[in-house]
């Protein structure tokens, strides 16, 4: 791996403290939500929450480096960031893990190294480059991508995006509600940089994949306009595993914010199957 100037060295990363967590409604069946590359709570409460989450241990969490979590100036290797998630989201009755792009990255590799801590997947637009030279060939082929894979240029559109645009964003970003745009500044260049070279480019996510229990459920959700994450590779991982369920929604990169009574439903649908029967009649009854 690649050493960074100017940041950390991962081999002496300690302790990162605990990420800031929001919970919603109680029951038995625990549900968490990891958000995406500059996403915060905000990202899962900007459209209605479905009844069912109130109905469950819902919480909803900031990653390493983003939001209201610790944002120290360092690597963000995939270790630092499962390393903060595990300290963070206390070893119990295992929990119905969601994540989307990032999120949906790390929580694949939370699953693959504590698998007694997750009882089901489900991952939002997963981002599945296999190196850094397949995520620069997949974003040749999108207008403008060529950002995305300069790393000067992504940390200097960090830092106009933070310093100088910042107020303007709710305005400039109109693929997002009004809330997720206004939280887009909070971050650092090192969490926005290296979090996207170090979990999404550097690191293979087949990796994890093949090191999840065998019967760990697994649902893929995906645009079939993602031009950020390739939708075709996501359908050809899913394939491979007899556990891993993969959906498709007429979206781009946020099928959350574009169709979020259909993921409602889908995620329902996956805490349905897993949860325990005596938890199932009880709630019958």
């Keep these: 791996m690649t050493t960074l100037p100017g940041f950390a060295d991962p081999a002496h990363p300690g302790l990162p403290e605990r990420l800031h967590v929001e919970s919603l409604g109680r029951g038995s069946l625990r549900v968490t939500f990891l958000p995406g590359l500059g996403?915060?709570?905000?990202?899962?409460?900007?459209?209605?929450?479905?009844?069912?989450?109130?109905?469950?241990?819902?919480?909803?969490?900031?990653?390493?480096?983003?939001?209201?979590?610790?944002?120290?100036?360092?690597?963000?290797?995939?270790?630092?960031?499962?390393?903060?998630?595990?300290?963070?989201?206390?070893?119990?009755?295992?929990?119905?893990?969601?994540?989307?792009?990032?999120?949906?990255?790390?929580?694949?590799?939370?699953?693959?190294r504590h698998p007694d801590r997750v009882q089901a997947l489900c991952l939002f637009s997963l981002p599945d480059f296999g190196s850094r030279a397949g995520a620069i060939e997949w974003f040749a082929s999108q207008r403008g991508g060529w950002i995305y894979t300069n790393m000067l240029a992504t940390?200097?559109?960090?830092?106009?995006?933070?310093?100088?645009?910042?107020?303007?964003?709710?305005?400039?970003?109109?693929?997002?509600?009004?809330?997720v745009a206004r939280d887009l500044v909070l971050h650092n260049m090192a969490?926005?940089?290296?979090?996207?070279?170090?979990?999404?480019?550097?690191?293979?996510?087949?990796?994890?994949?093949?090191?999840?229990?065998?019967?760990?459920?697994?649902?893929?959700?995906?645009?079939?306009?993602?031009?950020?994450?390739?939708?075709?590779?996501?359908?050809?991982l899913a394939a491979r595993f007899p556990r891993w369920r993969h959906v498709t929604l007429d979206a781009d990169h946020h099928p959350w914010l574009r169709d979020p009574g259909a993921c409602h439903g889908i995620i329902d649908a996956l805490c349905e199957a897993v949860r325990p029967e005596a938890v199932r009649a009880e709630a019958i009854a």
């Excluded at 480019?201 to 079939?224: E, I, N, S, W």
């Design 39 to 112: 996403g915060t709570t905000r990202y899962w409460t900007s459209t209605p929450v479905a009844p069912a989450f109130r109905q469950a241990q819902t919480e909803l969490v900031d990653l390493y480096g983003f939001g209201h979590s610790p944002r120290p100036w360092c690597r963000y290797t995939v270790e630092r960031h499962v390393d903060a998630l595990a300290r963070t989201l206390q070893a119990g009755p295992p929990r119905v893990l969601v994540g989307h792009s990032l999120g949906a990255a790390l929580a694949l590799a939370l699953a693959a």
């Design 155 to 179: 940390a200097l559109a960090c830092l106009v995006t933070r310093r100088v645009a910042g107020r303007w964003l709710p305005y400039l970003v109109r693929n997002v509600p009004p809330e």
């Design 191 to 236: 969490s926005s940089t290296t979090s996207l070279w170090e979990v999404l480019y550097q690191h293979d996510v087949r990796g994890d994949a093949a090191a999840l229990p065998p019967d760990l459920p697994v649902t893929c959700v995906h645009g079939l306009r993602d031009a950020t994450a390739p939708p075709a590779r996501v359908t050809e």
